[in-house]
Structure formats: structure tokens, C-alpha cells
T-cell receptor
Framework: DVKVTQSSRYLVKRTGEKVFLECVQD?????MFWYRQDPGLGLRLIYF???????EKGDIPEGYSVSREKKERFSLILESASTNQTSMYLCASSKQGVGEKLFFGSGTQLSVL | QKEVEQNSGPLSVPEGAIASLNCTYSDRGSQSFFWYRQYSGKSPELIMF????GDKEDGRFTAQLNKASQYVSLLIRDSQPSDSATYLC???????????FGTGTRLKVLA
């Protein structure tokens, strides 16, 4: 079974802190994604990566950056956390074929106070 | 902007009935279509995927794809209270590795 592991289930941070969300997958997937999910807004793509050190902006990249130094690990960084970044963050991975499925981690509920 | 549209619901059906969930998409070049189930507080779980026009059945679930009309649907037969969840439609956008999600339809199966 594909396993996508997010380092924290719940996080509470203060406004202005630098926040790191870590994600690791164990199935040698080329693609990795970071989404945030908010009530009524659905899943919105923040960033994705299709190879080591490669990244592309999603629909809402402002206030976020990412790092992919190894194939299995994709990190989301909130440079200076703000209250409007309180959300559920979901990491996902997939292979690159046309019909390949997207697999999700269990999510990190981040609260910024 | 490539979009995926779903009725937010809630869709309420009695136990044992067929639940029908619908999704439309704007990117005519899309080739892969997915249905995810998400329970409250949990992450999305893949339940069906379909690539070709027509129907695909897996147990109580049937996915239907009509590329000419740009819609994909999910039928759940013999609905159970445990099927109560939000169902997300996702489309793999053409020319990119992105997956575009609808906002989901909340299904309530009444015992």
C-alpha cells in the first residue's frame, strides 16, 4: 500500500512564526503536492513538485514556499504564519502516468493564533 | 481557469436507495477522473477512477463518464449510513500533473 506520512496531525503556532510541514512518501512517486482545505472552498493546490528540486506554483502560493531535496520528501514552509493560514493541510503524491491516482496523507490541522 | 463543479448538497437518501452524485468539468482535454470519499476530519480516500467513456463498476459503486458532455457521475447502490460523507470529484488536468478538485457533495444516508 502507498503510504504518505505527514509529520504532525495537529499544530498550533503563533503569528509571525516560521512553520515547516513535512511529508514523506514511500512508493517512489515522482509527483508530490500540497493542498489546503477550507470549509466551502474545497481543496486548493498550493504547490506541487514533479521531480527533485523542481516545483511549480499552484492556485494559492502566496505566503508559502516548498522544498524537495529528496524524491520521497516534500516540505511546505510558511515563512511568517498568519491567522488566515489556519487550515487543514494535505500532502499527496502520484506517479506521472496519465491515469495515475493521487494518494493523500492524513493531513495536518494548523492553527495560527 | 480549469474547473470542476459539484452540487454541494446535502444529498439525503434513505438507506438501501441509490445515491447519484454528479460532476462537470471544463477542460475538454482531461483524461483521468476520480472519485474520493472524505469523512469529517479525515483525508480523502480514493474509491473510484475512470478513464474511458461509459460505466465502470466496483462493488456497490459505479462511475459513469461522458466526455462529450463533460460530466462524470458516481452511483452508490444499496446506500448505507456508513456511506454518509463528502464525495469529491477530481480531474487530472490536460498538459499538466495537476489534479483539480470540485468542492464536494455531502451525502447523508438516513437509517
Amino acid at each position: 500500500d502507498v503510504k504518505v506520512t505527514q509529520s504532525s496531525r495537529y499544530l498550533v503556532k503563533r503569528t509571525g512564526e516560521k512553520v515547516f510541514l513535512e511529508c514523506v512518501q514511500d512508493m517512489d512517486h515522482e509527483n508530490m503536492f500540497w493542498y489546503r482545505q477550507d470549509p466551502g472552498l474545497g481543496l486548493r493546490l498550493i504547490y506541487f513538485s514533479y521531480d527533485v528540486k523542481m516545483k511549480e506554483k499552484g492556485d494559492i502560493p502566496e505566503g508559502y514556499s516548498v522544498s524537495r531535496e529528496k524524491k520521497e520528501r516534500f516540505s511546505l514552509i510558511l515563512e511568517s504564519a498568519s491567522t488566515n493560514q489556519t487550515s487543514m493541510y494535505l500532502c499527496a503524491s502520484s506517479k506521472q502516468g496519465v491515469g495515475e491516482k493521487l494518494f493523500f496523507g492524513s493531513g495536518t490541522q494548523l492553527s495560527v493564533l | 481557469q480549469k474547473e470542476v463543479e459539484q452540487n454541494s448538497g446535502p444529498l439525503s437518501v434513505p438507506e438501501g436507495a441509490i445515491a447519484s452524485l454528479n460532476c462537470t468539468y471544463s477542460d475538454r482535454g482531461s483524461q483521468s477522473f476520480f472519485w474520493y470519499r472524505q469523512y469529517s476530519g479525515k483525508s480523502p480516500e480514493l474509491i473510484m477512477f475512470i478513464y474511458s467513456n461509459g460505466d465502470k463498476e466496483d462493488g456497490r459503486f459505479t462511475a459513469q463518464l461522458n466526455k462529450a458532455s463533460q460530466y462524470v457521475s458516481l452511483l452508490i447502490r444499496d446506500s448505507q449510513p456508513s456511506d454518509s460523507a463528502t464525495y469529491l470529484c477530481a480531474v487530472r488536468a490536460s498538459g499538466t500533473y495537476k489534479y483539480i478538485f470540485g468542492t464536494g457533495t455531502r451525502l447523508k444516508v438516513l437509517a
